[in-house]
């Protein structure tokens, strides 16, 4: 689903089109959007699966090993970036970059295309740009800091520390976590990396409303593209770009007999 990002506020899980397995040729996003994909690991190993054994996917979900899901992580981001690239998943080729985030090797994949990838237990969360740099974040709700204001008094700047402080009670944790991902996010389109650097820009993330990046590094944040993401209802995303964009492409994938 393409969404105005210039207008909302989150997107929600009917806002993500389910795409059906097996992959064919995607269009690269165009300069002015973004794409974004969240994958359910253990439905997909299950569907796969089924498909072997002729089990009903709708029976069961796999409960993957660590292995195991290292593996599906790597398997899945190769098949969506080829499908983007029109080769095959095994002729991808990463390399990291000095920051140690896995790029494309642009000496074998001429043509840019940036992405970001975020993991959750068997949940996957991808951004992709191929204008910008991209970063994403995900967060299970059910996750809760023991002690939200002692880590924003450590990481976030002092607006963000001020703002979580002045949150009622019963709304912190969910600003906390809004918080959070948006920094998270932002962290990885920029490349600075997590250590010492979270308080260097601040977000804001008020509730029914787009967040946005309010300074960076002491400079206007108003070249940043920022949105928060619920691909499912028990989870947080958050998508950051450091340059304008006006849609975002919301998609998941989806075993063939669950997709729309």
């Known amino acids: 689903m393409d969404v105005d990002v210039t207008r909302f506020a989150a997107a929600r899980p009917a806002d993500f089109t389910p795409q059906a397995l097996p992959l064919h040729r995607l269009e690269r996003?165009?300069?002015?959007?973004?794409h974004v994909w969240h994958l359910d690991l253990g439905l997909l190993s299950a569907s796969l699966q089924a498909a072997l054994d002729s089990h009903s996917v709708e029976e069961h979900r796999l409960n993957l090993t660590p292995g195991q899901?290292?593996?599906?992580?790597?398997?899945?981001?190769?098949?969506?970036?080829?499908?983007?690239?029109?080769?095959?998943?095994?002729?991808?080729?990463?390399?990291r970059n000095p920051k140690g985030k896995p790029v494309l090797d642009a000496s074998v994949h001429e043509a840019p295309l940036?992405?970001?990838?975020?993991?959750?237990?068997?949940?996957?969360?991808?951004?992709?740009?191929?204008?910008?740099?991209?970063?994403?974040?995900?967060?299970?709700?059910?996750?809760?800091?023991?002690?939200?204001l002692g880590v924003a008094r450590r990481y976030f700047s002092a607006a963000e520390e001020q703002a979580l402080a002045g949150a009622a009670t019963e709304e912190r944790h969910a600003a906390f976590l809004?918080?959070?991902?948006?920094?998270?996010?932002?962290?990885?389109?920029?490349?600075?990396?997590?250590?010492?650097?979270?308080?260097?820009?601040?977000?804001?993330?008020?509730?029914k409303e787009p967040p946005a990046v309010l300074d960076f590094d002491g400079d206007k944040g108003g070249r940043w593209?920022?949105?928060?993401?619920?691909?499912?209802?028990?989870?947080?995303?958050a998508l950051a770009l450091p340059?304008?964009?006006?849609?975002?492409?919301?998609?998941?994938?989806?075993?063939?007999?669950?997709?729309?």
């Open 29 to 34: 996003p165009r300069d002015d959007e973004v």
């Open 69 to 95: 899901l290292r593996f599906a992580r790597r398997f899945y981001l190769r098949l969506l970036l080829g499908a983007y690239l029109d080769v095959p998943g095994k002729a991808i080729r990463l390399v």
């Open 114 to 148: 940036h992405f970001s990838m975020a993991k959750s237990g068997d949940r996957l969360l991808l951004g992709l740009s191929s204008a910008h740099h991209v970063g994403v974040d995900l967060e299970p709700l059910h996750r809760r800091a023991h002690d939200p």
């Open 178 to 207: 809004r918080t959070w991902a948006c920094k998270e996010a932002v962290v990885k389109a920029s490349g600075l990396g997590i250590a010492n650097q979270l308080c260097r820009f601040t977000v804001e993330t008020r509730l």
């Open 225 to 237: 593209s920022l949105a928060l993401l619920h691909p499912e209802s028990e989870f947080l995303g």
């Open 243 to 260: 340059g304008p964009i006006d849609r975002l492409v919301a998609r998941s994938l989806a075993p063939t007999e669950r997709a729309a």
